[in-house]
């Protein structure tokens, strides 16, 4: 009988201790439980639409940086040929410049491995004498011999059949700088899905002056791939690099200069050019396009691209304006937002406000779509992880409680049976002998 009542002490204080312990906690639990898919509801709610415009906001801000970093490159190579104005007219002066002067491009060798190599800045440096001779000419590394030298007074003289460079230099006064267009020949559509890739420079050129009055020109001939390479490896909706993007996603990015022409572009053939005797390749209208695409002739002036969207020439005037922003437009079937960026870099070719052109970071709505329902989807995984992580500890709680009340509830029932001393427990058949022998 004295087991019986131990029993039921012991099991009495273990479930008010069970109770005491299990039930604030289960309580605790389902009020986390049920703010955590509160939480994760409203950010599954929100995620496509707050993702959206942060980061459409954050593309914008990639878009002005990488206009404010070429308007630096451009101004650095403005100083360079500055430099090279006062260094000894010789060809090792000269070669020793054109040496030094390196940046790290990204190559693909000929096995197809892609590496990122030093290659020179300027594919040409030379010294020219005021009737427009070449005196001094570095080309690619090497001295280029007497026999090379060409007179470069008139256009048809020059590497691209039509430059003006040493006429534009010699009206200039001294520390003014001519910067040209960017100057190429044309890559049609065909020889772009072969492989060949626009090729081309941008002439810096500043005249020398001796006690005459005007000795000659200096050029500094940048390589095409320097400039093009802040966007050919842009995709905007990511933050790492690739070696060429692909158009065809609708995502990447793509610079544009102060007449509206593009100047880099993931397909080449959009990139402005020049015909084998030096005109240019006429770009795309609403008259031209057919034959021109036919042709596999496709130079892009935004300018002109009205008849495409609207939207396309109204971003064109916001840029030339000087100004940043974000806007809609359709191109090639797709439904388009771009961010674009002027490139503050100034110059008598580039006068203000537009500057030196703008960059633009093109995002095909439906992938950026795509990635704001990845993201709900990560948070909802996020959110499941967390549940699944508190019922397990709900249990594990239990179980080391219920096993903690256990011990509890038995050293307690010890304690109260050991202050009853052994004997003090009178059997009821005593106690009525006694009351019968009275």
Same mark, same amino acid.
């Given at each position: 009988m004295a087991e019986t009542k131990k029993d039921k002490q012991f099991f009495s204080i273990g479930r008010i201790f069970f109770l005491l312990i299990v039930i604030p906690l289960s309580l605790m639990a389902f009020l986390i439980a049920n703010g955590i898919f509160k939480v994760g509801d409203t950010a599954r709610e929100r995620a496509t639409t707050v993702l959206d415009l942060k980061s459409q906001e954050e593309i914008k801000i990639r878009a002005i940086n990488t206009a404010e970093e070429v308007a630096n490159f451009l101004r650095e190579r403005e100083n360079d040929v500055l430099v090279a104005s006062i260094l000894p007219g010789t060809e090792a002066a000269y070669k020793a410049f054109v040496d030094q002067k390196k940046r790290n491009l990204w190559v693909k060798d000929r096995d197809g491995k892609i590496q990122k190599?030093?290659?020179?800045?300027?594919?040409?440096?030379?010294?020219? =004498?005021?009737?427009? &001779?070449?005196?001094?000419?570095?080309? &690619?590394?090497? *001295?280029?011999?007497? &026999?090379?030298? %060409?007179? +470069?007074?008139?256009?048809? #003289?020059?590497?691209?059949?039509?430059?003006?460079?040493?006429?534009?230099?010699?009206?200039?006064?001294?520390?003014? *700088?001519?910067?040209?267009?960017?100057?190429?020949?044309?890559?049609?559509?065909?020889?772009?899905?072969k492989g060949k890739r626009f090729s081309g420079l941008v002439r810096y050129a500043t005249p020398i002056f001796d006690k005459g009055g005007l000795s000659g020109v200096v050029v500094l001939s940048l390589d095409y791939r320097h400039l093009a390479a802040f966007t050919d490896h842009v995709i905007p909706t990511q933050a790492d690099y690739v070696y060429e993007a692909d158009a065809s996603t609708g995502n990447y990015a793509y610079m544009v200069d102060n007449k509206g022409f593009i100047i880099s572009h993931p397909n080449d053939y959009h990139i402005a050019g020049l015909n084998p005797d030096g005109t240019a390749v006429q770009p795309l209208t609403k008259d031209t396009a057919e034959t021109l695409t036919k042709e596999g002739k496709e130079v892009l002036n935004l300018n002109q691209l009205g008849f495409m969207d609207a939207g396309l020439a109204e971003v064109a005037k916001e840029a030339a304006a000087g100004k940043a922003g974000i806007k809609n437009y359709k191109f090639a079937g797709h439904e388009k937002f771009v961010a674009y960026a002027p490139i503050k870099f100034y110059s008598k070719t580039?006068?203000?406000?537009? #500057?030196?052109? @703008?960059?633009?970071?093109?995002?095909?709505?439906? %992938?950026?779509?795509?990635?704001?329902?990845?993201?709900?989807?990560?948070? &909802?995984?996020? *959110?499941?992880? @967390?549940?699944?992580?508190? +019922?397990?500890?709900?249990?594990?709680?239990?179980?080391?409680?219920?096993?903690?009340?256990?011990?509890?509830?038995? #050293?307690?029932?010890?304690?109260?049976?050991?202050? +009853?001393?052994?004997?003090?427990?009178?059997?009821? =058949?005593?106690?009525?002998?006694?009351?019968? =022998?009275?």
């Open positions: 190599v030093a290659a020179p800045l300027y594919s040409e440096m030379s010294l020219i =004498d005021r009737s427009g &001779n070449e005196i001094v000419r570095i080309a &690619n590394g090497a *001295v280029a011999g007497k &026999n090379q030298l %060409k007179n +470069v007074a008139a256009p048809a #003289g020059t590497t691209y059949k039509s430059e003006d460079y040493f006429s534009k230099a010699v009206g200039l006064g001294k520390g003014e *700088v001519y910067v040209s267009h960017v100057t190429g020949w044309y890559v049609t559509k065909q020889e772009f899905e580039y006068p203000e406000p537009a #500057g030196f052109g @703008w960059i633009g970071m093109g995002v095909d709505i439906a %992938k950026f779509q795509e990635m704001a329902t990845a993201t709900a989807e990560k948070i &909802n995984q996020e *959110v499941k992880g @967390w549940t699944s992580t508190i +019922v397990i500890i709900i249990i594990a709680s239990v179980i080391l409680l219920f096993g903690i009340s256990a011990l509890l509830a038995r #050293g307690i029932s010890r304690s109260l049976e050991a202050e +009853v001393p052994a004997g003090a427990e009178t059997p009821k =058949d005593d106690l009525y002998d006694d009351e019968e =022998d009275k």
